[in-house]
């Protein structure tokens, strides 16, 4: 077995944190295009609440929904399955290589439940051609296209089916005809805080004419440098939880693009993309300045969890995590249920939307760094602003609501309550 090579450089965890900082677009603005901004820190999660709006917010000037709602109307924005079969907001240019990337992770295991359920892909083929007629030039809901299909097209899968997951063939179908380019997934009000979605026939070339390599392993390759591109240096271990890859297929698409290792103290054996490494080794960690970020942010996710964001001493504070529910310490947590306040590259406290009162309320985990509480002050009101004035709401996923909100604004203000006279590498 061959050795692994060396090195290229060595850095420090705060130098990797501000190499992340920059490449996902928070030391320096991007502007006031939605897509570019996408283009250039990579794929956005979309849950169903207003976060997707809350990231790009944070990464540009001047944004505004409209924009965004624009983008998405013309196409230059497509709501689409992408990495581990996630929906993300993705560029046109991206999305043929996505939906290939996707079908390969998904048909598999949809042959599986298929069969499993009792069905046969005949009989999903056929159900997706009834779709296509059924369609026309109409754009349908799920639920208006089975109320569209003939009599006995679409069969319950019954108790079977419901063990594995799957009511009838119908939503393989539709995914399938998505894959296949031959139907769009559209939200349904225009907006980005919705997961219902509307189908229509695909206009134009399919995924928008965008390129899809042929090779799975070039998909794979691609892939991989979309992930370096915004969230390099990278574990082995950290590609594979985002991308849905294993740690072998990992391994290979990193080779496939000559991906540098590096060492990255405090977090460990890392990649980057190959030119990459000087860039890494040369950055200044002292950029300053407040980010107040969208929850599930690519920031506070791509790397394990907060806690290479965070201060070694508030490692132990214990925090509410999002996903199974429950608490853990910023240590050990995955995955926030709060959205997280930065300074410079640190995550220093957490914020929320109070519902009642239209009000941001921040909670820091230290006190504030000298100087700088009208600035956080003032960041806070321009969000509550761009929330009241262009969003309406603040709820992050689709199963949101104002009640939790409320709890989770009572956390954040216990957790300034509770850290307010503790010190930190930001004080």
Not at 357 to 373: D, E, I, M, N, Y
Request: hydrophobic share 40%; net charge positive; charged share 25%.
């Amino acid at each position: 077995m061959p050795k692994a090579p060396p090195p290229a450089v060595t850095v420090d965890l705060p130098r990797a944190r501000a190499f992340w900082h920059r490449q996902q677009g928070l030391a320096d603005p991007i502007g006031d295009s939605p897509h570019a901004i996408v283009q250039a820190v990579g794929w956005l999660r979309t849950l169903g609440g207003i976060d997707a709006y809350l990231a790009l917010w944070s990464r540009g000037t001047g944004l505004t929904r409209a924009a965004v709602d624009e983008a998405l109307a013309s196409g230059q924005l497509r709501v689409s399955p992408a990495a581990r079969g996630c929906i993300y907001l993705v560029p046109r240019e991206d999305l043929g290589l996505v939906m290939r990337f996707a079908e390969g992770l998904w048909r598999p295991r949809a042959e599986k439940d298929v069969a499993k359920a009792g069905g046969t892909w005949k009989e999903i083929d056929a159900v997706a051609t009834a779709v296509l007629e059924a369609l026309g030039k109409r754009s349908l809901t799920t639920d208006e296209i089975r109320a569209a299909l003939p009599d006995g097209t679409v069969r319950s899968y019954g108790a079977t089916g419901k063990k594995v997951g799957l009511s009838s063939p119908l939503p393989v179908a539709l995914r399938q005809l998505e894959f296949d380019g031959k139907v769009e997934r559209m939200v349904s009000t225009g907006r980005l805080d919705t997961e219902r979605y509307v189908w229509r026939r695909a206009r134009g070339k399919a995924f928008g004419g965008s390129k899809v390599p042929s090779d799975p392993q070039a998909r794979t390759g691609a892939i991989v440098e979309r992930f370096l591109q915004s969230a390099g240096p990278a574990t082995i271990k950290d590609l594979a939880a985002w991308s849905g890859l294993s740690q072998t297929e990992a391994k290979a698409g990193l080779a496939r693009i000559g991906a540098v290792p590096v060492m990255v103290e405090g977090y460990g054996p890392s990649f980057v993309r190959a030119g990459d490494e000087q860039a890494l080794a040369e950055i200044s960690p002292e950029a300053k300045g407040w980010r107040l970020l969208s929850f599930e942010d690519n920031y506070t996710t791509l790397h394990g969890g907060p806690a290479v964001l965070v201060d070694p001493i508030h490692h132990g504070v214990s925090v509410k995590i999002w996903g199974r529910g429950g608490d853990a310490t910023l240590g050990e947590a995955k995955h926030l249920a709060s959205r997280a306040i930065l300074w410079g590259s640190e995550l220093v406290g957490f914020w929320e939307h109070d519902p009642d009162h239209g009000a941001v309320v921040t909670g820091l985990l230290g006190q504030s760094p000298r100087g700088q509480k009208t600035a956080l002050t003032s960041q806070a009101k321009a969000l509550e602003h761009f929330i009241a004035e262009q969003l309406g709401h603040a709820r992050s996923f689709s199963l949101d609501t104002d009640d939790a909100l409320r709890t989770r604004v009572a956390l954040v203000r216990a957790i300034g309550h509770a850290t307010a006279g503790k010190s930190s590498g930001t004080a």
